[in-house]
């Protein structure tokens, strides 16, 4: 057996085993290309709001929440990129372990909504995608679902390059226009299927990926985020405006993402207008009682390591880096996937089936459909 064969061996198993995870990776990814989208069309009570002249500070808001909701106090505030779209607050109760979030209008301080309100379709979407909801199990099949993806890119360069198919021929009989749309496809979209398994892995292990990268360009390595405690009782902490303003002073240009509250220290998450990544990558941890800022990790300046991993890396794999285009790119080749994932085993049924020899002389039938 020549070793052309066992890759196609190994490429047709290999496709057959991983071919069911690998179509709801496609199609779960494709969703998630435009989930913030997807999320606010579904949710639009809960995400538009008529902007005002002028908002209401934090302690305004935190004081009108914590006074509607006895038993609860105030634990963070979630700032949308947008003026005309509602923030979040999350309460947690002072007796038991529920909590409350909350969609907000903060010029007016009016609560649109709760979490029980939210049509959360896009954030199971996410988890399936993840980890098929089923925690640690479902996220090491989705890991390996990447390894094998990778693994079927390569070999499929190697497959496709004798025949070098560019185009589809939709007059060729079923079972050869089968394998052409599976070889176009495979060839544009390998690359980014590549790249899509390849930051897949990194982000599953992305702390392990950070020391990699900190070591391969000398870089510092990452501080890990300080421990979340309780502040002492009594202690009078500083108000949450005063805590943002000297955030924001300390990373000027960034954009609040996130503001922790309750605890010591208190975390402040922001984003850049470059930072693609949801929450964003620039955090701050400034203690209640002093104000003093005891960590600072900046999306800008932070060590190379960290910035290829947990900034780029995740970018990358999202389609997010280059804005809508990237976002288009991402949706597409997303969708390629499900597809080859079917035509993928037709070949593999349609090779037990010996083919008509009806096909015009000139192209000839080709051997993995045989």
């Known amino acids: 057996?020549?070793?052309?064969r066992v890759i196609l061996t190994l490429h047709l198993w290999g496709g057959m085993a991983a071919a069911v995870f690998l179509f709801l990776l496609g199609i779960t990814g494709s969703l998630m290309a435009f989930e913030d989208e997807i999320d606010r069309a579904l949710n639009p009570k809960l995400t538009w709001i008529e902007p005002g002249t002028?908002?209401?500070?934090?302690?305004?808001?935190?004081?009108?929440?914590?006074?509607?909701?006895?038993?609860?106090?105030?634990?963070?505030?979630?700032?949308?990129?947008?003026?005309?779209?509602?923030?979040?607050?999350?309460?947690?109760?002072?007796?038991?372990?529920?909590?409350?979030?909350?969609?907000?209008?903060?010029?007016?301080?009016s609560v649109l909504g709760s979490q029980a309100d939210r049509n959360d379709w896009m954030n199971y979407v996410?988890?399936?995608?993840?980890?098929?909801?089923?925690?640690?199990?479902?996220?090491a099949i989705m890991t390996?679902?990447?390894?094998?993806?990778?693994?079927?890119?390569?070999?499929?360069?190697?497959?496709?390059?004798?025949?070098?198919?560019f185009?589809?021929?939709?007059?060729?009989?079923?079972?050869v226009l089968n394998f052409d749309v599976h070889q176009t496809l495979g060839i544009y979209c390998s690359v980014f299927l590549m790249i899509f398994s390849l930051t897949a892995m990194v982000i599953r292990f992305d702390d392990e990926a950070t020391g990699y990268a900190s070591r391969?360009?000398?870089?510092?390595?990452?501080?890990?985020?300080?421990?979340?405690k309780a502040p002492p009782q009594g202690a009078a902490a500083l108000g949450p405006d005063v805590l943002l303003a000297i955030a924001e002073k300390a990373e000027p240009g960034a954009s609040p993402a996130?503001?922790?509250?309750?605890?010591?220290?208190?975390?402040?998450?922001?984003?850049?207008?470059?930072d693609h990544t949801p929450v964003g990558r620039t955090n701050l941890f400034i203690d209640?009682?002093?104000?003093?800022?005891?960590?600072?990790?900046?999306?800008?300046?932070?060590p190379l390591g960290f910035r290829i991993v947990k900034l780029w890396n995740r970018e990358i794999h999202t389609g997010d880096i280059g804005g809508l285009p990237t976002r288009i790119i991402a949706c597409l080749v997303s969708l390629a996937l499900p597809v080859m994932t079917v035509t993928g085993p037709l070949i593999w049924w349609n090779r037990r089936r010996a083919l008509p020899s009806t096909l015009p002389p000139e192209r000839g039938v080709p051997q993995a459909v045989k």
């Open 54 to 109: 002028a908002r209401l500070s934090l302690t305004e808001l935190k004081t009108n929440l914590e006074a509607t909701n006895p038993g609860y106090t105030l634990t963070a505030f979630g700032f949308p990129p947008r003026n005309d779209m509602a923030w979040n607050a999350s309460l947690s109760s002072t007796t038991s372990d529920n909590g409350i979030d909350l969609a907000i209008n903060p010029f007016t301080g």
């Open 258 to 274: 996130l503001i922790l509250l309750g605890y010591a220290p208190v975390r402040v998450a922001m984003k850049f207008p470059e």
């Open 216 to 228: 391969l360009t000398g870089s510092e390595k990452t501080p890990p985020f300080p421990r979340l």
């Open 144 to 165: 390996w679902a990447a390894v094998f993806l990778l693994l079927l890119s390569l070999s499929g360069l190697v497959l496709w390059w004798p025949r070098k198919v």
């Open 126 to 139: 996410h988890q399936f995608h993840l980890r098929l909801m089923l925690g640690r199990t479902g996220a």
């Open 288 to 302: 209640p009682l002093t104000g003093k800022i005891v960590y600072q990790l900046s999306s800008r300046t932070g």
């Open 167 to 175: 185009t589809v021929n939709w007059r060729r009989p079923l079972k």
């Open 1 to 4: 057996m020549n070793i052309r």
